[in-house]
């Protein structure tokens, strides 16, 4: 029996269903992906019987499921839900085989199938040039604010999420070494402390920050406003940077992971530096190396 499982090769489905919506539970899943998840587990019972061990359970199975799936359920089986369901089945029988319940995953060789959606926006080499001119020329200016390149390279070096970047608490910046400024990325949910991480600065970033904390006196927060403030602000230097395209946490954040990805930072690296789950990175890592090879 799979020490902290409770469950083994001759476990049921039925069985095994309840252990993974624990497990997801603990790694903090979202309500929206338990449900998904449990319901295409459920639509496989439905396929193969709930009461199949799922040591019973191989790789022609899972192909054979797939294909019953979108040839000859009854219920139409769109694309975004087939490449979800695959998921699933990698999902769940990776955690298996991880855990010691199978001896292997026999969900590794399925192919998956993921959804063609339009690509993220990153900003080219000449576009991260103009950014910076304009947040350098407001740095400058009479009256000088520091706050727009204190956030734009806060982004793009550290392609923290939006909620991130407004979580930031000022002791969670270390500055104790002058050469290696640290961000802390910290969550206040016990369950989400596996999120958690600790990420380099740009060199410069503690002479901007002091210039920040002297025009805005922050107290707590990095940024004591509203997320579309900051919005806001990053709406007025694309403007001004004359980028048709805008400027948004979302493009810094995948601008960044496409730059480490290029510097060649492993992929195992850039998923931790991002805070991704491994799940979530089988469809992040495609899409950041399609990025990176249109140059």
Not at 65 to 75: A, I, K, N, P, Q
Not at 96 to 103: C, F, I, N, S, Y
Not at 178 to 204: F, N, Q, T
């Amino acid at each position: 029996m799979a020490e902290g499982v409770g469950l083994t090769a001759r476990s049921s489905l039925k069985e095994a269903i309840p252990a993974f919506q624990d497990y997801m539970r603990a790694r903090d899943f979202s309500q929206y992906t338990i449900r998904s998840f449990t319901s295409d587990l459920r639509i496989l019972g439905e396929y193969i019987g709930m009461e199949t061990a799922v040591g019973d359970i191989g790789t022609r199975d899972l192909n054979r499921f797939v294909h019953w799936l979108t040839d000859e359920r009854d219920v139409p089986c769109t694309p975004k839900s087939l490449s979800r369901r695959i998921t699933t089945l990698k999902v769940f029988f990776g955690w298996l085989a991880e855990t010691g319940v199978l001896p292997e995953d026999p969900a590794a060789p399925v192919i998956h199938r993921p959804v063609l959606t339009g690509p993220p926006r990153i900003l080219r080499d000449e576009e991260i040039a103009r950014v910076l001119e304009v947040t350098e020329a407001l740095r400058r200016a009479d009256p000088p604010d520091a706050r727009p390149h204190l956030l734009v390279t806060l982004l793009l070096h550290t392609g923290i999420k939006k909620g991130e970047c407004m979580n930031i608490a000022l002791d969670h910046i270390d500055l104790s070494d002058p050469a290696r400024p640290m961000l802390w990325v910290r969550y206040a949910s016990p369950r989400r402390k596996h999120k958690e991480r600790r990420l380099p600065l740009p060199a410069d970033w503690p002479a901007v920050l002091a210039e920040y904390r002297a025009q805005y006196d922050p107290q707590d927060r990095l940024f004591p406003c509203t997320a579309r403030n900051l919005e806001y602000v990053l709406d007025d230097v694309a403007r001004q940077a004359g980028l048709t395209g805008g400027l948004s946490f979302e493009t810094l954040r995948w601008t960044c992971a496409v730059r480490d990805y290029r510097a060649g930072m492993t992929p195992e690296q850039l998923r931790q530096k991002l805070g991704l789950t491994r799940i979530s990175w089988r469809e992040v890592e495609p899409k950041i190396a399609r990025l990176a090879e249109k140059g």
